[in-house]
């Protein structure tokens, strides 16, 4: 099984920072991986998959990056609906699994 | 557009059984999977397994393997969580999420159902 490992686990900012939340694999999963924005007491949405393609409608202040094992994902210019949890997701293999979270807060 | 509805919350005695359904609409049923993901008070996301909701075949995490069961119903485009034997550790929100038919991933998204195990 493929565990994915998410940095940091909580993080504060202020509005208008730059972020990067950083998900390690246990092995090269070959871009299959996607991230997900969760606020409190919804279900998580769909931001990016493929490590960097940007679904529909998401802000372009979110992008995707990295290759093999490390993966990043970078808000610049942080606004105040996007303090919330992010999940990265490898879909390389079954199972497929998740990082434990990062925590965005103010 | 793309809605998942599921059932509302349930509250279960431990060894009992859930069952937990996904009506979907707006998009062909057939042609996509649905997969369930549940997440724990406090925790993280967890992946329980998928239906191809075309041919009622299912993968499960080891997980829950044997104690979990994923049926699709053509006819009313709802899809079915059932779980046995249930313990404390499975209150959770359960989502329900649809799988597109290029990757792997969750690109619509249940409004979850709570299930609390408690004596």
């Known amino acids: 099984d493929i565990q994915m490992t998410q940095s940091p686990s909580s993080l504060s900012a202020s509005v208008g920072d730059r972020v990067t939340i950083t998900c390690r694999a246990s092995?090269?999963?070959?871009?299959?991986l996607a991230w997900y924005q969760q606020k409190s007491e919804k279900a998580p949405k769909l931001l990016l998959s493929g490590s960097s393609r940007l679904e529909s409608g998401v802000p372009s202040r979110f992008s995707g990056s990295g290759s093999g094992t490390e993966y990043s994902l970078t808000i610049t210019s942080l606004q105040p609906e996007d303090f919330a949890s992010y999940y990265c997701?490898?879909?390389?293999?079954?199972?497929?699994?998740f990082g434990g979270g990062t925590k965005v807060e103010i | 557009q793309v809605q998942l509805v599921q059932s509302g919350p349930e509250v279960k005695k431990p060894g009992a059984s859930v069952k937990v359904s996904c009506k979907a609409s707006g998009y062909t049923f057939s042609n996509h999977g649905i997969s369930w993901v549940r997440q724990a008070p406090g925790q993280g996301l967890e992946w329980m397994g998928w239906?191809?909701?075309?041919?009622?075949?299912?993968i499960y995490a080891q997980n829950f393997l044997g104690r979990v069961t994923l049926t699709a119903d053509t006819s009313t485009s709802t899809v079915f969580l059932e779980m046995r034997s249930l313990t404390s550790d499975d209150t959770a929100i359960y989502y329900c999420?649809?799988?597109?038919?290029?990757?792997?991933?969750?690109?619509?998204w249940g409004q979850g159902t709570l299930v609390t195990v408690s004596s």
């Open positions: 997701q490898q879909y390389f293999t079954i199972p497929l699994s």
């Open positions: 239906i191809t909701v075309n041919s009622g075949s299912s």
């Open positions: 999420a649809r799988k597109p038919r290029t990757a792997a991933v969750f690109s619509d």
């Open positions: 092995q090269d999963i070959s871009d299959s």
